[in-house]
């Protein structure tokens, strides 16, 4: 079997490695030896550490070593949309077994990636673009196709989860965790798709579409990032027995879907509230399986190589024995429901006058707007007066609806937070 790589950074070089160290177990598994034929970079005189491959199969014309008529398998680990795409859609187009861990390419454009699989009868493998290591695709993709997917709540990015942990832990704010996070080597130089949620929404795009049976974007999903969250939040969920992850929820009824990333208040109890540092793990909730839990490394050269590993052999296997990977399943085209049709609950802060009558103020406005109240709190007195209300569940629409009215209010000197809760608070 011989195999195309494409990237040789973070990811590619574990490839390597792994391929070379594991050589004679991996023949013995596919039933053939992989060779790697062409390594395809964007400079050539890198210093790549003691990589155990000859310097000769380097090169920078990714397109020319996907058109060889020698190969059979394309890893694509480089990422963004193009020229990935291009080289891809030309691997597939030409019948070759593609494995890509590009999460941002298959959430914005998977439909054309699947469309050259299927022209070319090809196998497209993705299982690293979600939670790294965590075997959770080929669950979604195989395993539980002979039941309905209700729910998919998932922890699936590790640098903001590794933040959320460690000011739960200290007490940290935002900006101390995330130079924590960077000094550690967990968060890039530039952290903006992590913290604003963008990593996450590519994967929860992948997520819904294979566990609905939909093709979900990336532009379908709705997102707000982490940054917001404080210090004093933190205290807050801490005291109502909860914490605060940055969560990936999709979610089917009878006839639509809904996909969000979003910090959220999660009881301590809930499975999801103790996966800590880096880690990532997906909730799974089916009508027949009942509750299903993935953890695991979501991230880092090694676990993800292990995933895309995985892929080549199953490919490889295909190959040799003439079968094919399941092709995508998009049959139920579920229309996907906007952010204010969700059903949530909030958790809201506010500053406010401590005088007769303000309770009332407060909670006729969200009677005005149909959101029924679970929980009042108020603490302090006179000047540092403040209301911390928990909601039942309404549409998000309702719930934003309401802190709207609310931040108008005369009495309300400001709304110190706003957050969403999950599970059973
Ligand atoms: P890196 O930035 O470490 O590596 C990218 C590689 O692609 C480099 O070898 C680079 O070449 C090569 N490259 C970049 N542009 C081109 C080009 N135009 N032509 C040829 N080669 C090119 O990325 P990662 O290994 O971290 O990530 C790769 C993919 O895996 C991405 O899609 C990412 O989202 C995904 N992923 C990464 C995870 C991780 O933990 N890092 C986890 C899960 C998924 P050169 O070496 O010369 O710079
Ligand atoms: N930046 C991502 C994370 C890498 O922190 O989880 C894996 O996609």
Not at 54 to 64: C, I, K, M, N
Not at 359 to 388: C, M, P, Y
């Given at each position: 079997?011989?195999l ?12 390597v ?10 023949t ?50 480089v ?31 998977g ?10 009868g090809?196998?497209?493998?993705y ?16 395993s ?20 959320l942990?460690?000011?739960d832990?200290?007490g940290?704010?935002f ?19 992590d ?33 917001g969250?404080t ?78 590993l ?18 995508e ?25 401590d ?66 809760v999950?599970?059973?608070?």
């Amino acid at each position: 079997m011989r195999l195309a790589l494409l990237g040789c950074g973070t990811v590619g070089s574990e490839v390597v490695r792994l391929l070379h160290h594991q050589a004679d177990d991996l023949t013995a598994r596919i039933g053939a030896p992989l060779e790697i034929v062409g390594i395809a970079v964007r400079r050539i005189g890198r210093e790549r550490g003691d990589l155990p491959v000859d310097d000769g199969l380097f090169t920078t014309d990714a397109l020319g070593l996907v058109k060889r008529d020698d190969v059979d398998v394309v890893v694509e680990v480089v990422g963004g949309i193009e020229p990935a795409r291009t080289w891809l859609v030309e691997a597939l187009r030409g019948g070759k077994s593609v494995i890509t861990a590009n999460k941002a390419l298959l959430a914005e454009d998977g439909a054309t990636l699947h469309d050259a699989a299927a022209e070319g009868g090809a196998d497209l493998y993705y299982e690293a673009s979600v939670a790294g290591a965590i075997p959770l695709l080929r669950p979604l993709r195989e395993s539980l196709h002979g039941d309905n997917v209700t729910r998919v709540t998932g922890i699936v990015n590790g640098t903001t989860n590794f933040i959320l942990s460690s000011m739960d832990a200290t007490g940290a704010g935002f900006s101390e965790a995330l130079e924590e996070a960077t000094e550690l080597g967990y968060a890039e130089a530039d952290p903006t798709a992590d913290v604003e949620g963008f990593d996450a929404a590519a994967k929860a795009a992948i997520l819904a579409s294979l566990a609905f049976h939909t093709r979900v974007t990336a532009a379908d999903v709705f997102r707000e990032g982490m940054t917001g969250v404080t210090a004093g939040d933190m205290a807050s969920a801490r005291e109502m027995g909860c914490t605060i992850k940055l969560l990936c929820i999709a979610e089917r009824n009878e006839d639509s879907v809904s996909v969000r990333v979003h910090p959220a208040m999660i009881p301590r109890t809930h499975p999801l509230a103790s996966v800590g540092d880096a880690f990532n793990a997906v909730f799974v909730e089916a009508e027949a399986a009942g509750q299903l839990m993935f953890y695991g490394r979501g991230a880092g050269g090694t676990p993800t190589a292990s995933a895309v590993l995985g892929d080549v052999v199953a490919a490889a296997r295909n190959r040799l024995s003439g079968t094919r990977a399941p092709s995508e399943s998009n049959y139920a085209h579920l229309p996907v429901r906007p952010i204010g049709a969700a059903v949530t609950r909030y958790h809201i802060n506010l500053d406010v006058d401590d005088k007769p009558g303000v309770l009332a103020a407060v909670a006729g406005v969200f009677a005005k707007h149909e959101v029924s109240i679970a929980t009042v709190r108020q603490s302090g007195r006179e000047e540092d007066a403040k209301l911390v209300i928990v909601t039942h569940v309404a549409p998000d629409a309702n719930l934003a609806a309401t802190v709207d009215a609310l931040s108008q209010l005369e009495i309300v000197r400001s709304i110190a937070s706003v957050l969403r809760v999950e599970g059973g608070v």
